[in-house]
Each structure stands twice: as structure tokens, then as C-alpha cells.
């Protein structure tokens, strides 16, 4: 008898499986994408990949062209005549760029380093339920969200009672900490970090430091990577802190030696009629503009791919769980 109760039951077993496998293939059926959709689709990504890499091939063309066939001919897809004046003046000996590129690149990994760091840890802290003061730090942040002293008050701030005036860490502490990068990371703490773990370092003895660095910081690295991206594009791109605090050439950014260039460059084709002996008709400008977008974007366009995968995953995890 007990010998027909385990054949039953071993029957019972095969055919609950059979079951559950043809539901999966019926349900993995039902969500396919069909071919003549599939094929759809393809074409619409590749049209959006087209009409997103052409703007980027006639800039870096359009930088490897003379001044004078741009404006004769307008732009094209391969240069009509090859130069590489703008990159020559760019880079010339003594230019201001080269300085600019370094203070850059400097306060870029500085302050993405400092903001992952405090951003890490103040978000660290919001996520434990186990945290004294979360109320009051949470409504601290999100505050300055929607309230900021001003513009008077940051300047004097960041001048006077700082210091950071002329130095080149006035190109990246202002912007090492957000609000919101610190909503994002403590979402992501929250849902990505099980609690059960936490308490099972806790019960074999680790402490909060060891915890947070040995078991929580490499499940939150894709928390990490988002802030790292948000933080190097907007300290890349700023030149508003470089025009307040600072007013040496030595320690200007990129942005804003591009931005005083370009500025130099028009003022002086714009007055060469009242300069006498002044000779402004071999300055690039059109190509300069863009030999200037092609070094600023450049390094962006190739570090993201480096962030791609985690910063889909930090963005995606915190807005279906948070």
C-alpha cells in the first residue's frame, strides 16, 4: 500500500511539474514580442542611435576643418579641408586650456570621490530604522530642496567665511553634496540592502564601520556608480562657482576658460576695424567652438559606459521599490 501512496505521489509530482513548465512556455509565449514588432523596433532604435551619433560626427568634422572651408562650404560629413588649426590653438604653448583641463580634472575626481563619501555615509545613516535623529536629518536635507539662502548669502558664505576664494577647491566642495543624491542613495539602501543581513553581521560581532564597508558598500555599488555619474557631469560642467569664487586664470575650469575664449575670440573680430595692426583674420572661431565641444564632452561620452549598467540599476531599483 505504502508502495502504490509513493508511485501516486511521484506521478502526482511529475505531472504538477509538466504542468508548471507548460504555464511558464504558455506565459513566456504570451509576453514575446513578435517578429513584425521585434523588427519594428529595431528600426526605431537604430534611427534613434543615428540621429543621436550624427550630431556628434559633424561636430568632430566640423573640428577637423579650416575656418575658411566651414564657411564657405558649411558643414559636412568629412572635411573638405583637413586642419587641425583649432586644436593647434587650443593647445598652444602656454594656453590657458591646459591649466583650465587640469584644475578640471582635478576638482572631477575630488569631488566625485567626496560625494559618493558624505553622500554614502549621510544616506547610511537615513536608511537604519534603528537611527535616533532620522526624522530630523531627513527633513534637514529635503529642506534645502526646496529653500536656499540665496545667491548673496552663498557668495558671501563660500568667499568670506570659507575662504575659498581663488583655490581650486572652491571648483568642487560647493557641489561634493546634494539632497538629492542622498533621497536616491537611501532608497537604495532601503531596497536593496535586506535587513537580515545587517543583523546577522551585527549578531557575529561586526561593528558599524566594518559592516557598512565589508557588507553594505559592495551591495550598493550600483547606489554608488549613479551618485559617482550625477556628481563628475555636474562638477564637469559647471562654470557658475568658477565665474563667483574665483578670479585668477590659474585656477579657472574648463567651462569658463571656454566661455571667456570664446568671448575674447568675438570681441576681437567684432572690434578689429578699431584695432589698428591687428590681425584677427586667421583666429578660429567657428572651429574652435566646436574643437571646444569635442574636448569637453569627449571624456563624459567615455567614462559612461563605464556607469552605464549601475546607474540603470541604482535609478531603476529605488523608483519600483522606494
Known amino acids: 500500500m505504502s508502495t502504490l501512496n509513493a508511485k501516486d505521489a511521484a506521478r502526482e509530482a511529475k505531472r504538477l511539474l509538466k504542468a508548471e513548465k507548460e504555464a511558464a512556455k504558455h506565459s513566456a509565449a504570451r509576453n514575446q514580442i513578435s517578429k513584425p514588432t521585434n523588427a519594428i523596433f529595431n528600426v526605431l532604435l537604430i534611427i534613434g542611435c543615428v540621429l543621436t551619433i550624427f550630431p556628434l560626427w559633424i561636430i568632430i568634422v566640423s573640428s577637423f576643418t579650416s575656418e575658411v572651408a566651414l564657411k564657405t562650404y558649411g558643414y559636412q560629413l568629412w572635411p573638405v579641408e583637413f586642419s587641425v588649426n583649432a586644436y593647434s590653438y587650443l593647445f598652444r604653448d602656454g594656453s590657458v586650456i591646459l591649466t583650465a583641463y587640469r584644475n578640471t580634472l582635478i576638482a572631477t575626481f575630488a569631488g566625485t570621490i567626496l560625494s559618493v563619501i558624505t553622500v554614502g555615509l549621510y544616506a547610511y545613516a537615513l536608511s537604519r530604522p534603528d537611527f535616533r535623529y532620522k526624522k530630523f536629518f531627513t527633513f534637514f536635507s529635503f529642506f534645502t530642496m526646496l529653500f536656499s539662502g540665496g545667491m548673496v548669502s552663498y557668495y558671501n558664505m563660500c568667499r568670506k567665511v570659507l575662504g575659498l576664494q581663488d583655490t581650486v577647491w572652491a571648483l568642487f566642495l560647493p557641489m561634493a553634496f546634494s539632497a538629492y543624491w542622498v533621497i536616491i542613495m537611501r532608497t537604495f539602501y ?133
Do not use: H
Request: charged share 15%; net charge neutral.
Open 190 to 322: 532601503s531596497s536593496s540592502v535586506p535587513e537580515a543581513i545587517i543583523e546577522s553581521a551585527r549578531i557575529d560581532g561586526s561593528g558599524e564601520w566594518r559592516t557598512l564597508i565589508q557588507i553594505v558598500c559592495p551591495l550598493a555599488i550600483p547606489g554608488f556608480a549613479t551618485v559617482a555619474l550625477f556628481s563628475a557631469i555636474g562638477i564637469w560642467n559647471d562654470f557658475r562657482v568658477c565665474l563667483l569664487l574665483n578670479d585668477k586664470a590659474q585656477y579657472f575650469n574648463l567651462q569658463y576658460t571656454i566661455y571667456q575664449t570664446m568671448n575674447n575670440i568675438r570681441f576681437l573680430k567684432e572690434n578689429a576695424s578699431r584695432m589698428g595692426g591687428v590681425n584677427v583674420a586667421n583666429l578660429p572661431e567657428e572651429t574652435f567652438r566646436m574643437a571646444m565641444a569635442v574636448v569637453t564632452v569627449g571624456p563624459i561620452i567615455m567614462a559612461y559606459p563605464f556607469f552605464q549598467q549601475y546607474f540603470v540599476k541604482g535609478l531603476t531599483v529605488g523608483a519600483v521599490k522606494g
